[in-house]
């Protein structure tokens, strides 16, 4: 009896294990960089047992991270594996670098972020896994730096989303000019702006604040969401301000929390939910 118990238990536990999410590390070349760099994807349980297309989350990581930080930092190191599995999505995560903000550098060819994300990433993603290879099943958020980056790249490339988030978003990089650190942020964006690292209308130039045409005109859903205690909080309302003295359509949460993987995490699931149901109600226009 008691080595049945056993055999049971190890069994269960096998059962669990092969129910999970499987995570895979895409190595994806950059021509436009002349690089190659890695991308952590999140594949559901029920990929394997299907023949069907997947939606796609891209999940971008913030500023001083890199690819896989989603899945290393937040206090439940299974938060997006369950999230993958729960809403059967396939879930990317591609590299950003340290501060590149997800632009096009416009002085450095080795910091192209907009146009890898954009064409070299989704391309490869498409080409490799079952997808729905189209803006009705593809959707992208990510927090601070991330968030700036999934704001910034859905309004520039409206044809590639459906929706799109952010958390904790930089939607008004000079911000980060202002922080103790300013001497590290100046060094650390160099590689992005060059000598004209510490000229305010460069960032102007790239801020999602400044965005707000664009986002109207392009009519995708938003969710947005910042904590109270987080220190791009101010920035953060002003452009829900701004979003709705333009009558532009969108989700604003500020929720207690500070500029934690506490409150990313806690804030996540709600931006996964806000997509899920964009994505149904596209499948369901299809599917007619």
Same mark, same amino acid.
């Given at each position: 009896?008691?080595?049945?118990?056993?055999?049971?238990?190890?069994?269960?536990?096998?059962?669990?294990?092969?129910?999970?999410?499987?995570?895979?590390?895409?190595?994806? +070349? *950059?021509?436009?960089?002349?690089?190659?760099? #890695? +991308?952590?994807?999140?594949?559901?349980?029920?990929?394997?047992?299907?023949?069907?297309?997947?939606?796609?989350?891209?999940?971008?990581?913030?500023?001083?991270?890199?690819?896989?930080?989603?899945?290393?930092?937040?206090?439940?190191?299974?938060?997006?594996?369950?999230?993958? !599995?729960?809403? &059967?999505?396939?879930?990317?995560?591609?590299?950003?670098?340290?501060? *590149?903000?997800?632009?096009?550098?416009?002085? &450095?060819?080795?910091?192209?972020?907009?146009?890898?994300?954009? #064409?070299?990433?989704?391309?490869?993603?498409?080409?490799?896994?079952?997808?729905?290879?189209?803006? %009705?099943?593809? =959707?992208?958020?990510?927090?601070?730096?991330?968030?700036?980056?999934?704001?910034?790249?859905?309004?520039?490339?409206?044809?590639?989303?459906?929706?799109?988030?952010?958390?904790?978003?930089?939607?008004? /990089?000079?911000? /980060?000019? %202002?922080?103790?650190?300013?001497?590290?942020?100046?060094?650390?964006?160099?590689?992005?702006?060059?000598? $004209? *690292? %510490?000229? @305010? #209308?460069?960032?102007?130039?790239?801020?999602?604040?400044?965005?707000?045409?664009?986002?109207? +005109?392009? $009519?995708?859903?938003?969710?947005? !969401?910042?904590?109270?205690?987080?220190?791009? @909080?101010?920035?953060?309302?002003?452009?829900?301000?701004?979003? =709705?003295? &333009?009558?532009?359509?969108?989700?604003?949460?500020?929720?207690?929390?500070?500029?934690?993987?506490?409150?990313?995490? %806690?804030?996540?699931?709600?931006?996964?939910?806000?997509? &899920?149901?964009?994505?149904?109600?596209?499948? +369901?226009?299809?599917?007619?």
């Amino acid at each position: 009896m008691k080595y049945f118990k056993i055999l049971l238990f190890i069994c269960v536990l096998s059962s669990g294990i092969s129910h999970a999410a499987k995570v895979d590390t895409l190595q994806i +070349a *950059s021509t436009v960089m002349n690089k190659t760099y #890695k +991308a952590a994807i999140v594949l559901p349980n029920s990929y394997a047992k299907s023949k069907k297309a997947f939606p796609v989350m891209y999940l971008l990581h913030g500023a001083y991270g890199h690819f896989d930080d989603w899945l290393k930092k937040t206090p439940d190191s299974e938060l997006v594996k369950n999230l993958a !599995d729960q809403y &059967n999505l396939i879930i990317v995560m591609p590299e950003g670098e340290t501060f *590149s903000f997800y632009i096009d550098s416009p002085v &450095n060819t080795g910091s192209q972020f907009e146009t890898f994300v954009t #064409k070299e990433v989704i391309q490869k993603v498409d080409k490799t896994y079952r997808t729905i290879a189209n803006k %009705n099943g593809r =959707v992208i958020t990510g927090l601070s730096m991330g968030g700036h980056g999934a704001l910034y790249l859905s309004a520039r490339n409206p044809d590639l989303f459906c929706a799109a988030g952010s958390m904790s978003g930089a939607v008004d /990089m000079s911000v /980060m000019l %202002n922080r103790d650190s300013s001497a590290q942020v100046l060094k650390l964006i160099e590689p992005v702006f060059g000598d $004209k *690292s %510490n000229d @305010i #209308k460069m960032y102007e130039q790239h801020a999602v604040l400044n965005m707000i045409d664009k986002i109207k +005109a392009n $009519k995708l859903p938003l969710i947005i !969401d910042c904590g109270i205690d987080d220190f791009l @909080i101010e920035p953060n309302k002003e452009l829900h301000r701004r979003l =709705v003295y &333009n009558k532009v359509e969108h989700d604003y949460t500020e929720r207690p929390g500070a500029h934690t993987w506490e409150y990313w995490e %806690n804030a996540l699931p709600f931006q996964v939910l806000f997509f &899920n149901k964009i994505v149904l109600k596209n499948q +369901a226009v299809v599917g007619k």
